[in-house]
Nanobody, 125 residues
């Protein structure tokens, strides 16, 4: 069973920045889309951002466009999410995910085969 491992979460004031990392075993180049999702208390897990297999195409939730940047380094087997100008509404547990079987619509939770345990991001006002 593939296990992804997130890191980089924490507590930050509104307007601050965090960089999330996701270490993936094996070769990340073998994964199709890789993405970030988040889940706030009492809410469903939602799509945040995704990147295609070799990084040429990126996808973002409208509310994070211009503030978040996703990237992947297949040489280091790592996925990143740079988050700038954070807002209190960004507070959630952030999960990384990977598609291992084929390339599917990147914004659907059920289209991902592998998940991490999550890292908490808390933005204070």
């Amino acid at each position: 069973q593939v296990q992804l491992l997130e890191s980089g979460g924490g507590l930050v004031q509104a307007g601050g920045s965090l960089r999330l990392s996701c270490a993936a075993p094996g070769r990340t180049a073998s994964y199709f889309h890789m993405g970030w999702f988040r889940q706030a208390p009492g809410k469903e897990r939602e799509f945040v951002s995704a990147v295609s297999r070799f990084g040429s195409t990126t996808y973002y939730k409208d509310s994070v466009k211009g503030r978040f940047t996703i990237s992947r380094d297949n040489g280091k087997n790592t996925l990143y999410l740079q988050m700038n100008n954070l807002k209190p509404e960004d507070t959630a547990v952030y999960y990384c995910a990977a598609q291992g079987s084929s390339a599917k619509t990147p914004s659907y939770v059920n289209n991902y085969d592998y998940w991490g345990q999550g890292t908490q991001v808390t933005v204070s006002s």
